[in-house]
Nanobody
Framework: QVQLVESGGGLVQAGGSLRLSCAAS????????MGWFRQAPGKERGFAAA????????YYADSVKGRFTISRDNAKNTVYLQMNSLRPDDTAIYYC?????????????????WGKGTLVTVSS
């Protein structure tokens, strides 16, 4: 079992930046693929970014590529999402997730554990 707690959400103006953090506890963090997903108002939850257990591979949705950066610190059991050049359509609840699958399989077939989410609001 893995417990995930997100932090760092808030209100930011368009063009601004935020850094989300996800602290994990439970089983060995470094063995998990980690990801960030988001759910905008009135929409289904969708993939934003993912990172392999070692941090050597990262994947991004086209909508965030070049603006968001996912990273992890296995010594601190934490995964981050640096979000730059934020736009109003980035407004969403952002969820941290963990999977025992390799990154591509985790993105395609689902994550095993989820946090409760943190709200990011981007004003125009």
């Amino acid at each position: 079992q893995v417990q995930l707690v997100e932090s760092g959400g808030g209100l930011v103006q368009a063009g601004g930046s935020l850094r989300l953090s996800c602290a994990a506890s439970g089983r060995t963090f470094s063995s998990y693929t980690m990801g960030w997903f988001r759910q905008a108002p009135g929409k289904e939850r969708g993939f934003a970014a993912a990172i392999s257990w070692s941090g050597g591979s990262t994947y991004y949705a086209d909508s965030v590529k070049g603006r968001f950066t996912i990273s992890r610190d296995n010594a601190k059991n934490t995964v981050y999402l640096q979000m730059n050049s934020l736009r109003p359509d980035d407004t969403a609840i952002y969820y941290c997730a963990a999977s025992t699958r390799l990154v591509v399989a985790a993105i395609n077939y689902g994550m095993d554990y989820w946090g409760k989410g943190t709200l990011v609001t981007v004003s125009s």
